[in-house]
């Protein structure tokens, strides 16, 4: 009887756990639509997205697309161009000229798909597409011509470029992050209490100026909670949640760049990428497939009377020769009529970088200088 009545008392406790978990996932606030991350940022504000999913973090810049004016310059990319902001083309650059919609690890046929899906809401930018391809020297030649699953299915679903096989796969793969979200202790956290993404949005110096207003017990409280659940909880506590400069590092300005004013303090480690060949994520094969993805794009841009230019960043290193750019020299050659600024053999010094594979401030300047001298921009 004993054991009975701890199996029904465990199956109680367990299907209240789930309907609880449930009900916390119903809650998460849904970033996609959430209309403030960036039209309603100004001067030195931020949107903290630490405590968002990677998902979440892209969704964010799938939602700035669907709900807000396109800028006359987009830059469509991944992380390594994530500090790329609206400074380096000047102090007196306007709000809505340029949108770094950098997103995760896209690759070149996320980055077509993305392009598609903009062009089927009329949302391309005004005159040019900047296309940021993944240094094959950084990651060993990976997140360049294969998807990662970084858009969400209904993206690539109605971009409609891939095969009804691998659009049945992404969206099991989907269905299972919705499934590891839902009992994620993170996730359940956010749900259960952070329905108030506002908070997300603050500047900086209100910290300074709401810290002397706080009680004093409450001001201990906040200080006290572990950074996890000030994060999860941030509804409850006000925007007092993130005035921790730890909870700075990577947020987003108002042109969808991160700020390097919080960017943890770091030091650029000289060949930092692995170029191991039994690890490559590039083949001789994938020449064509590149070049393919690249002129897709292109003929987009072209379609619509959009300029496209493509960039190949280069990342901290003194050795630029690997059989991986070999596979990139091979497919730009097999590629008619592109703009395409190869940064790949740039050396340069240790202050045009934040770490081995993020460009700064430094490196954007003088990218803008060389577009300029395309004549597109």
């Given at each position: 009887m004993t054991t009975r009545r701890y199996l029904i008392t465990f199956s109680i406790v367990l299907a209240l756990g789930a309907v609880l978990a449930i009900y916390a996932a119903s809650r998460l606030t849904d970033v996609r639509h959430y209309p403030s991350a960036f039209s309603n940022l100004s001067g030195d504000q931020l949107f903290v997205?630490?405590?968002?999913?990677?998902?979440?973090?892209?969704?964010?810049?799938?939602?700035?697309?669907e709900n807000n004016e396109s800028p006359r310059v987009a830059l469509m990319g991944n992380h390594q161009f994530m500090m790329f902001g609206s400074e380096a083309f000047g102090p007196e650059t306007p709000a809505d000229y340029f949108f770094n919609f950098w997103y995760a690890n896209l690759t070149l046929p996320e980055l077509r798909d993305l392009l598609i899906y903009m062009e089927k809401l009329?949302?391309?930018?005004?005159?040019?597409?900047?296309?940021?391809?993944?240094?094959?020297?950084?990651?060993?030649?990976?997140?360049?011509?294969?998807?990662?699953?970084?858009?969400?299915?209904?993206?690539?679903?109605?971009?409609?470029?891939v095969a009804p096989v691998d659009r049945l796969y992404r969206l099991i793969l989907d269905t299972d992050f919705r499934i590891r979200r839902t009992f994620d202790y993170s996730g359940f956290?956010?749900?259960?209490?952070?329905?108030?993404?506002?908070?997300?949005?603050?500047?900086?110096?209100?910290?300074?100026?709401?810290?002397?207003?706080?009680?004093?017990?409450?001001?201990?409280?906040?200080?006290?909670l572990p950074l996890s659940i000030r994060l999860n909880m941030s509804s409850l506590l006000d925007k007092t949640a993130f005035c921790d400069r730890r909870l700075w590092a990577n947020s987003l300005r108002f042109d969808g760049s991160v700020s390097t004013a919080y960017a943890p303090v770091a030091q650029p480690k000289l060949n930092a990428g692995s170029k191991d060949p039994?690890?490559?994520?590039?083949?001789?094969?994938?020449?064509?497939?590149?070049?393919?993805?690249?002129?897709?794009?292109?003929?987009?841009?072209?379609?619509?009377?959009?300029?496209?230019?493509f960039v190949i960043p280069p990342v901290y290193e003194s050795e630029h020769e690997s059989a991986l750019n070999g596979i990139v020299d091979n497919a730009l050659a097999r590629t008619k009529g592109l703009t395409v600024i190869d940064h790949r053999r740039l050396t340069l010094p240790a202050q045009y970088f934040h770490t081995f594979d993020h460009p700064t401030v430094p490196y954007f300047r003088l990218l803008v200088d060389e577009l300029r001298r395309t004549g597109k921009l």
């Open positions: 997205v630490n405590g968002l999913t990677r998902k979440q973090m892209g969704e964010i810049k799938i939602g700035h697309i009329d949302k391309l930018p005004g005159d040019v597409i900047l296309i940021q391809m993944t240094t094959p020297n950084n990651d060993n030649g990976h997140h360049i011509v294969n998807y990662n699953g970084e858009l969400p299915s209904d993206v690539i679903e109605r971009a409609a470029t956290l956010f749900g259960l209490f952070a329905s108030n993404m506002d908070n997300r949005v603050f500047d900086p110096a209100e910290c300074q100026n709401s810290a002397t207003g706080l009680g004093g017990l409450r001001r201990k409280i906040i200080e006290r039994t690890q490559a994520g590039l083949s001789v094969g994938d020449s064509e497939r590149i070049a393919g993805f690249m002129q897709e794009i292109d003929d987009l841009g072209r379609r619509k009377g959009k300029a496209v230019i």
